[in-house]
């Protein structure tokens, strides 16, 4: 959708697509949504091919009741514009989490977590390219913007592993600390940094991150920021609640770190590495979105899409989207 030129936000859901302009924050349309697989969020970045398609994931599931029928893992790849289904691939009974794309995006790679491999596919042909032998539990990976750095946390075996996009090698497995569990990770506009959640959970597998059989370490929830050129720990922020992602602000002097359990976000000032403001939001996140243009950041909640200033990092509008939840992309 585009009129006057200016990019639109699609909040994409399971019961709809919500489509808002920015300009007049006033709600355009809601078109039809992508039903999720049977472990809820499909659409899960905001990262295209080079196809300008979008790639996301679902996991298999295993049967808790002997009638069930267990669900097979896939990748799917769709059209960002009218979110057709372009590709499925299967992938069994595997445990697959989030997909990511190298900054051209000609490489998809996915984290099978049942399996300890990054799978990497050329998005032209959809044939998988190579694979990554990682640590236990892959749980996520992003490859930095300059190209240098595929980072994977390996919840596990606590570390991140660092793999060279441009030979699909390992180049350093960094320690996050004992018992961390680190499983979610986002690399830093400037490409200087990670920033690594951690589950505090070892053994986690269909059920989730911390869900049975998991069993807590004993050192709680956390958010570890690596250094990519030296390899090391730059610090840990110990956490009250489980954070699952966080973005950036473009520019990078914002870290926003959120999970589906908090109705919050706590912000992090990447020049001290101190949680600078901690937002309430009006019902926990489904996903949270920065705007390119670095003026705000969205959060997709109960209420509608939530609209936050980065300058007073304070919420300045709630624009109703229909009863539509799920990830806000900008999309021109």
């Not at 997909?99 to 399996?115: E, H, L, Y």
Request: proline share 8%; hydrophobic share 35%; with cysteine.
């Amino acid at each position: 959708m585009q009129k006057g030129g200016h990019p639109y936000i699609y909040v994409v859901g399971a019961t709809g697509t919500a489509v808002i302009d920015p300009i007049s924050w006033q709600l355009i349309v809601i078109a039809p949504g992508i039903v999720p697989g049977p472990t809820g969020f499909l659409v899960d970045n905001h990262y295209l091919d080079q196809s300008r398609r979008l790639w996301s994931v679902s996991s298999a599931t295993r049967p808790v009741m002997p009638w069930e029928a267990p669900a097979q893992g896939g990748v799917y790849v769709w059209d960002a514009r009218t979110f057709r289904n372009e590709k499925t691939i299967g992938l069994g009974q595997n445990v697959v989490n989030t997909v990511g794309m190298t900054p051209d995006g000609k490489f998809a790679v996915v984290p099978i977590s049942t399996a300890n491999r990054l799978n990497v596919y050329d998005t032209n042909s959809y044939e998988q390219v190579a694979t990554v032998s990682v640590g236990a539990r892959p749980w996520d990976m992003m490859v930095s913007s300059d190209g240098k750095y595929c980072c994977e946390p390996d919840m596990d075996s606590d570390w991140l592993t660092i793999v060279d996009p441009t030979t699909w090698k390992t180049i350093s497995k960094v320690p996050t600390g004992e018992g961390t569990a680190p499983f979610m990770v986002t690399i830093s506009p400037n490409n200087k940094f990670a920033s690594v959640e951690g589950a505090g959970y070892h053994g986690g597998v269909y059920a989730g991150a911390t869900g049975p059989p998991a069993i807590p370490t004993g050192k709680g929830f956390t958010n570890t920021y690596v250094d990519l050129t030296s390899q090391s720990v730059i610090k840990s922020l110990p956490l009250d609640f489980l954070a699952v992602w966080d973005e950036f602000t473009p520019n990078g002097k914002y870290d926003f770190i959120f999970g589906p359990l908090a109705a919050k976000t706590v912000v992090v000032d990447t020049g001290t590495y101190e949680v600078t403001e901690t937002i309430q939001l009006q019902s926990t996140p489904s996903y949270i979105t920065p705007d390119p243009n670095g003026k705000y950041v969205y959060a997709s909640v109960k209420a509608g899409l939530q609209v936050i200033d980065t300058s007073s990092l304070q919420i300045v509008n709630t624009v109703p989207t229909g009863g539509v939840i799920g990830t806000p992309l900008v999309l021109k």
